[in-house]
């Protein structure tokens, strides 16, 4: 029998997970310290850590960037923070899904030509039918610059986020629009925030600019093909269509004035729908 002393075998402790802002810093490529410093005083501005640490989580499960934007802290009307995903943001977590399998929208008008609503079919892979979600405008409008400028694009990007959550069942998140409108206003700092109970539907009197006219079909169509005015401007100059199209951005923001293109243009494009579409695709895919 051996005389030789027992040895133990010296276990490593376990190794550490990452804290959510160490998963986020690794996940951005960012040192831990400088992305605190960097949130805290922009966007998560205004945070307690309680709050920072419940935006990180949050960002860190649908996989959004703050740095860009894609997710943002909004002061409550009750006091607190609430988490907002920015449409880029939830288009990011759509196109994401496994089963995601395309979308397309549809805009109705009354008989006087005004925008009455968008709807939004998305396909999900292994479902018979597309999921169907539609918005009206006299929910959703407010009174600010964007809807009386761009109501199409507004209340597309509102139905966008509705069909994304309804599809998807993203929780948790709200987008820009809605903060305002799903905040009590009663609330007292540090108690949850409650739903007001909803209102019945209201018409409200809608801009001239959600009257359906050649240019606004034309930003439609582009807009929900997934193109942008800068595509659009970029096409009427290069097919020799509208050569002064580089009037129609509007310092200093650079937006896209579709309005302002001449009717005869816009609806020469309406004419040759597929043309135009194909001719968006190969001047994007050349940049």
């Not at 951005?28 to 005083?41: I, S």
């Not at 929208?105 to 998305?122: A, M, N, P, R």
């Not at 998140?173 to 799903?182: F, G, K, L, S, W």
């Amino acid at each position: 029998m051996s005389n030789l002393p027992a040895t133990t075998t010296k276990q490593n402790p376990p190794a550490q997970r990452p804290s959510a802002l160490q998963f986020m810093a690794s996940r951005l490529n960012v040192d831990a310290a400088k992305l605190t410093a960097t949130l805290k005083a922009t966007v998560f501005k205004g945070a307690s850590d309680e709050e920072m640490l419940a935006l990180v989580v949050v960002s860190n499960e649908y996989d959004l960037n703050p740095l860009l934007k894609e997710i943002y802290a909004f002061p409550a009307k009750g006091g607190g923070i609430c988490p907002i995903v920015s449409v880029d943001g939830w288009n990011k977590m759509l196109i994401r899904q496994p089963t995601y399998n395309g979308k397309r929208f549809e805009f109705k008008v009354d008989e006087q030509g005004q925008l009455v609503s968008c709807t939004c079919f998305i396909h999900v892979k292994g479902r018979d039918n597309p999921d169907e979600i539609t918005e009206y405008l006299h929910e959703c409008y407010r009174k600010t610059d964007n809807w009386d400028k761009m109501p199409y694009r507004m209340l597309r990007n509102r139905t966008l986020c509705q069909a994304a959550r309804m599809s998807f069942g993203f929780s948790g998140i709200t987008n820009p629009d809605e903060a305002e409108d799903y905040i009590d206003v009663t609330a007292t700092p540090g108690a949850p925030a409650s739903l007001p109970s909803e209102p019945p539907p209201k018409l409200v009197a809608l801009p001239e600019s959600a009257r359906v006219t050649p240019q606004s079909q034309v930003e439609a169509l582009a807009l929900t093909a997934g193109f942008t005015g800068n595509d659009v401007v970029r096409f009427l100059m290069e097919s020799g269509m509208y050569p002064e199209a580089d009037t129609l951005i509007v310092p200093p923001e650079n937006r896209v004035d579709f309005s302002a293109i001449p009717k005869d243009v816009a609806k020469r494009i309406l004419l040759a729908e597929k043309g135009f579409l194909k001719g968006l695709a190969d001047l994007k895919a050349q940049a």
